[in-house]
């Protein structure tokens, strides 16, 4: 059965994190829409309820465990993000860092790339891996369906482009320009964010990156793929796939969300030249994420995958809780991948 960890949500932090909209009530304001279990819940007035969701915390100029600095940026009027940096000395403040874009998780309508989670996470990811990073807030169903934070998350990646250029009233930001090294980029992400990943790299493969900057590697943590095979009509992940994208027509066969399906297309078409899919034993998505590395491999794409299959453990365990063992270890796996996709 699909439970709601495979949306980047533990049970736990369900219990521990509430987020609750106040709007004045009148009669109607209690009536309910839309009700997803243990996850959000529309009202017909409109109003919002997520169940779920880490603390909103502020960036840091120096995280006291691993020295990351972090600030937030505006990338559009719409699109917002936090920039990481990690800690500078003398000797690497001129030396030029791997950019790496992230996408979190939260099944397309939870969590923020401003979170405690995802600040811890992210802290972690930068210091091991010593990268630039760019934690995007896209924008949530249901205020924003699908597929505006697929555009959204393009949009991230045609920026992050735009500073190889010489654009007038483009204003560009330091941090990247001072410290990234824009012929080594990749793109992340968990659950969600990991089928963000797969969506942008197809993209990537079809439509040229501003200034021809190129995708070196890609991380599909966890990736948030279904089937009709796999989960059936009214099983939650299909709901929430038809919650987050009621626009589409195949419910869980959407390629989007099925890239196995007929029309979808080729994944000999991925526009990255080396992909990291991780996977856990415990976890629902643990057998399609493989299947998508085997379809990878078969598909004529000519560039090189590996996988990362974690014994004993659920979906998203690293970022709930990154100081045991297995989370170091994946961790560490993930740095190595970045570190090799950029000799």
């Not at 990690?86 to 860092?97: C, I, S, V």
């Not at 942008?200 to 890609?218: A, D, F, Q, T, Y």
């Not at 034993?281 to 974690?310: H, M, T």
């Amino acid at each position: 059965m699909f439970n709601v960890s495979c949306l980047y949500i533990s049970p736990l932090h369900l219990q521990n994190h509430r987020i609750t909209t106040y709007i004045p009530m009148d009669s109607g304001d209690n009536e309910v829409k839309v009700d997803i279990s243990q996850l959000i819940r529309v009202y017909k007035n409109g109003r919002v309820e997520r169940m779920f969701g880490s603390p909103i915390v502020p960036p840091t100029p120096e995280d006291p465990a691993t020295g990351v600095a972090s600030k937030d940026i505006d990338i559009s009027p719409e699109i917002r993000a936090r920039i990481y940096h990690p800690k500078l000395t003398t000797k690497n403040t001129d030396q030029k860092l791997p950019i790496l874009l992230y996408y979190h998780g939260g099944g397309f309508c939870l969590e923020s790339a401003f979170s405690f989670l995802d600040q811890r996470y992210l802290n972690l990811i930068v210091s091991k891996s010593n990268v630039v990073a760019i934690s995007v807030e896209y924008r949530l169903a249901p205020e924003h369906p699908l597929p505006v934070g697929y555009e959204d998350s393009w949009t991230a990646l045609q920026w992050i482009a735009s500073h190889v250029l010489d654009k007038p009233g483009f204003g560009k930001e330091p941090w990247l320009v001072n410290h990234g090294d824009f012929e080594k980029v990749l793109i992340g992400g968990d659950s969600a964010g990991g089928n963000i990943v797969h969506n942008i790299s197809l993209r990537s493969g079809l439509e040229s990156l501003n200034g021809g900057v190129k995708i070196l590697g890609s991380i599909l943590c966890f990736p948030y793929f279904l089937s009709s095979s796999e989960f059936k009509e009214d099983s939650l992940a299909s709901r929430i796939w038809a919650f987050v994208n009621p626009s589409a027509e195949d419910g869980v066969d959407d390629p989007r969300i099925n890239p196995f399906v007929e029309k979808a297309p080729s994944l000999s078409g991925l526009g990255c030249s080396k992909i990291l899919v991780c996977v856990a034993e415990k976890d629902e998505l643990r057998n399609i994420g493989i299947q998508y590395v085997e379809a990878v491999k078969k598909s004529g794409w000519k560039g090189e995958i590996k996988l990362i299959d974690v014994q004993g453990e659920d979906h998203c365990f690293q970022i709930f809780d990154p100081e045991t063992e297995k989370a170091k270890d994946l961790i560490k796996g993930i740095a190595d991948f970045v570190k090799r996709s950029c000799v």
